[in-house]
């Protein structure tokens, strides 16, 4: 092997998750031409599930060992009535930077420990499967995810023998991997996971990718699979805690937890498949492990509860076309992300933002991650700064997300013997009795009449899901819609009217963000202005004229007429930033390049003919193809007496 195949390494893209890793690594040239697009697809990395245990138990009850939250009680389940959960379960990418102990192997270790681990057998996996050893790797992360946890996570990365880390937004991944080289399009990025959702709009432009803006949420407030299961498990839970003579949940320990969860999910995800011939009306899953009471969930209540839980994505999506200046129009593509997307009700929510509806594969984020990470390696780079991943918050969710809760019946030929009952020590023996009335308004009525209005509520829907199953049936209707069903969810945009005239009018009349900053520049006070730049983008972090403006500021300084050679320092470093926020931005490259020239040819001026022959190859590093910095190079290198 040559000395310059020795030097080569890998470049390596890791999708973090909550459930788990998913890794992809490039060996040098796989990803594509210099603009970073796709070429040879990166290959996937196996990696195992021990180093990365989930989902993690977390007891909440007296004893429980572990934390309890003030105000634990999630707006997900204010709104939809149900029980407190005693447990929670959770995951290492949300635990990063916390002092909390989980169990990996049988060991007990902090959270960071353990994503370092993860990381390592990552590396060591992808050094073993390439002969090569790991150079460049990019992390794809949720535009939420805190500062920080990426500081955690950063930390360990360089624990586990990752040196040179980058972060990236999960949807810019998203994109990254899904675009054909040299295509231009809007992509919107449609993410529904464990953990959370994120939309994310971005524009790809031969090679080049830029987030246009983001809306997002995270569990437990927000639709995604960690709440749907959540759900099911409350409902369990107060079905249980209705009968105890069929299920004591006091005595339920972490086994019974994750027995239970692991059903849920099951139940939750044969409940939100398409229907088909093989459907069932109902789904029951047993909760305690002596079988003795098995809960039912009918398909038409669980899309009655789905429905409306769905609601904060709709908003979430409005919202963002409506801070970006698009409408549904603009997008070419949407690119569905996540397991959760894989639900016809979501997927349906979707298919009308865009042209197309695509389902991104698994293994999407990690290839993207690889590609981007392949593209920075062969690229110089200014010092990692996550400010161009961007943290967003939760507060697209809103307050007004009520809808009905998940409505649970213990299924028929359930009910424990009276001599089968195991009570707990101490506990009277309930009364025999008749059986419990059929679901009616006057029954709703008469609980409400008691003062016991959750009961009275779970009745109610109840009967407006078997009201709208009958109406299905009579009106022959092929598809069961969320409820209740709402027209269009984004249609298609028409003409303004005249108070949205004037509204935008208003805001085009609002003095732009930037404007210091370009009022700093005509003073030629450079520093200044960029720092005030960041200031305008720091204020709106997700309009993408600023962060254009931003980047423009940063430039324009850089290449004053007035410079000089003196300022060539300043003038790297504001150029170094801009590349900072937007490494895919071939424009300021070619800065990069001029600016060297220039600082090269002054430097030859002054005499100063190795350090002049040092900047033009610098200059090459970021132009390789200009010609008057290779041009001075060949003339300076081939003078007698130069080096």
């Known amino acids: 092997m040559s000395s310059m ?124 499967e390439a002969s090569r050893t790991v150079g460049q790797t990019v992390i794809s992360v949720p535009a939420r995810y805190e500062s920080a946890r990426r500081i955690a996570l950063r930390d360990a990365a360089a624990a586990a023998g990752l040196e040179q880390v980058r972060l990236v937004t ?117 909760l305690d492990s002596g079988a003795r009471m098995r809960m039912e969930i009918r398909r038409a209540d669980f899309a009655a509860y789905l429905g409306p839980q ?122 025999d009795g008749p059986e419990p009335p059929e679901p009616s308004l006057a029954e709703a009525r008469r609980l409400l009449a008691e003062g016991r209005t959750e009961d009275a509520s779970a009745q109610l829907h109840q009967l407006v899901a078997e009201a709208r199953t009958l109406l299905e049936e009579i009106d022959g209707a092929k598809t069961q819609a969320p409820w209740p069903s709402p027209p269009d969810p984004l249609p298609e945009p028409a003409l303004p009217d005249a108070a949205t005239a004037a509204r935008n009018g208003t805001e085009r009349d609002r003095p732009s963000p930037l404007a210091p900053a370009h009022a700093l520049l005509e003073k030629r006070q450079y520093e200044q202005a960029v720092r005030a730049s960041h200031a305008a983008w720091a204020e709106e972090p997700t309009h993408p004229d600023v962060f254009e403006g931003m980047i423009e500021v940063h430039c324009a300084a850089a290449m004053a007429e007035d410079g000089g050679g003196a300022r060539f320092e300043d003038a790297e470093r504001w150029l170094r930033c801009a590349y900072g926020h937007d490494a895919t931005n071939t424009r300021i490259r070619d800065l990069l390049a001029e600016r060297t020239y220039a600082h090269a040819v002054e430097l030859h001026r002054q005499g100063e003919h190795r350090e002049a022959v040092e900047a033009l190859k610098k200059s090459l590093s970021w132009g390789p193809e200009h010609r008057a910095s290779r041009d001075l190079l060949t003339r300076l290198t081939r003078r007698p007496g130069r080096a």
């Open 310 to 431: 769905l609601a904060p994505v709709r908003r979430s999506a409005t919202a963002l076309l409506d801070q970006t200046g698009l409408t549904v129009a603009d997008v070419e593509t949407v690119l569905l992300v996540g397991g959760s997307t894989a639900m016809p009700a979501v997927r349906a929510l979707a298919e009308p933002l865009g042209d197309t509806c695509v389902a991104a594969r698994p293994e999407l984020l990690a290839y993207g991650a690889a590609l981007h990470a392949e593209f920075l390696s062969r690229t110089p780079v200014a010092a990692p700064d996550d400010r161009g991943v961007p943290v967003v918050t939760d507060d697209a969710l809103g307050a007004d997300t009520d809808g009905p809760p998940l409505v649970a019946t213990v299924r028929a030929g359930t009910a424990a013997k009276p001599s089968e009952r195991t009570e707990p020590p101490g506990r009277p023996e309930p009364p």
């Open 5 to 128: 195949a020795e030097e080569e390494t890998l470049s390596l893209g890791i999708d973090l998750g909550s459930t788990g890793l998913r890794a992809a690594y490039a060996a040098p040239g796989g990803g594509g031409g210099t603009d970073g697009a796709v070429g040879r697809a990166p290959r996937t990395v196996e990696v195992p599930e021990g180093p990365w245990p989930w989902p993690l138990w977390e007891g909440r009850g007296p004893g429980a060992g572990t934390r309890t939250r003030a105000g634990a009680r999630s707006r997900s389940q204010s709104r939809s009535h149900s029980p407190e959960l005693p447990v929670a379960f959770g995951s290492l990418k949300n635990m990063l930077g916390d002092t909390r102990t989980v169990t990996v192997g049988g060991e007990s270790v902090t959270p960071q420990e353990a994503v370092t681990r993860a990381l390592r057998t990552v590396r060591e996996r992808a050094e073993a």
């Open 170 to 286: 999960d949807s810019v991944a998203a994109v990254v991997g899904h675009t054909e080289k040299n295509s231009s399009s809007t992509v919107l990025v449609f993410g529904m996971g464990y953990g959370g959702f994120e939309l994310g709009l971005v524009r790809s432009a031969r090679g080049h990718f830029r987030a246009l803006g983001y809306e997002s949420g995270a569990a437990p407030a927000a639709p995604c699979g960690a709440a749907f299961d959540r759900e099911i498990l409350a409902a369990a839970l107060h079905l249980a805690r209705v009968h105890p003579e069929l299920a004591d949940t006091t005595r339920w320990d972490e086994t019974d937890w994750q027995r239970l969860r692991t059903r849920a999910e099951r139940a939750k995800e044969e409940l939100a498949a398409a229907p088909g011939p093989a459907s069932r009306a109902a789904v029951a899953l047993t």
